[in-house]
């Protein structure tokens, strides 16, 4: 299985401030495509994770362009560049480049 | 809009069957247009996957819980099931079904449904 480590595990955060969380795999996430198959998800309290981030970079449907992705091979991060209190919560890495899918053990972001 | 709505018993005795099930609204099954992956959530801890199915019943499942997974689908009803055997407390968790597509992400999760293991 694919070894996903995410850093820090809790983030203290400042409304408006930028923060960035990371991301490793223990082996390239790089497809033949071109593509690096990896995902950031976000679980709000008391709610279901959605998805913000698909292929690394490319911002799901309806997400803010606060928001943004990027890396490759095994190193990943996700980028907020301003903070907003709605965007509290845990925030997941998954690669979908091999089964089993794996997620990353969260990093809350907090205040 | 595509939603997911997970149902099945809350409480599962230790050893028995833990089954659910996913009801798909606003698109069919058949579309083709993605997996539907099943996703766990013990208390308080991570995400795990568990396995995910296609509309055709191909399917593909975590090798930690491949020996207790059965996933399948009903075309008739727009619906996927999950189905998970001899469960202990360590199946406690929120059970997710999520559709899934593929390098596009897991882009519609459904509200989850508690599942406790106990007798």
């Known amino acids: 299985d694919i070894v996903m480590t995410q850093s820090p595990v809790s983030l203290p955060v400042t409304p408006g401030e930028p923060a960035s969380i990371s991301c490793r795999s223990n082996?390239?996430?790089?497809?033949?495509?071109?593509?690096?198959?990896l995902d950031w998800y976000l679980q709000k309290p008391g709610q279901s994770p959605q998805l913000l981030i698909y292929?690394?970079?490319n911002r799901a449907s309806g997400v803010p362009d606060r928001f943004s992705g990027g890396g490759s091979g095994t190193d990943f991060t996700l980028k907020i560049s301003r903070v907003e209190a709605e965007d509290l919560g845990v925030y997941y890495c998954?690669?979908?480049?091999?089964?089993?899918?794996?997620f990353g053990q969260g990093t809350k972001l907090e205040i | 809009q595509v939603q997911l709505r997970e149902s099945g018993p809350g409480l599962v005795k230790p050893s028995e069957t833990l089954s659910l099930t996913c009801t798909v609204s606003?698109?069919?099954?058949?579309?083709?247009?993605?997996?539907c992956s099943w996703i766990r959530q013990p208390p308080g801890k991570g995400l795990e996957w568990i396995g995910f199915?296609?509309?055709?019943?191909?399917?593909s499942y975590n090798p930690s819980l491949e020996s207790r997974v059965t996933m399948s689908v009903d075309t008739s009803k727009n619906q996927f099931s999950l189905e998970l055997s001899s469960v202990t407390a360590a199946d406690t968790a929120v059970y997710y079904c999520?559709?899934?597509?593929?390098?596009?992400?897991?882009?519609?999760w459904g509200q989850g449904t508690t599942v406790i293991v106990s007798s």
């Open positions: 999520v559709r899934d597509g593929g390098g596009e992400g897991l882009d519609v």
């Open positions: 606003g698109d069919s099954v058949t579309s083709g247009s993605y997996y």
């Open positions: 199915i296609y509309y055709s019943g191909s399917t």
């Open positions: 082996q390239s996430l790089l497809h033949s495509n071109g593509y690096h198959y």
């Open positions: 292929l690394s970079s």
């Open positions: 998954m690669q979908s480049l091999q089964v089993p899918r794996t």
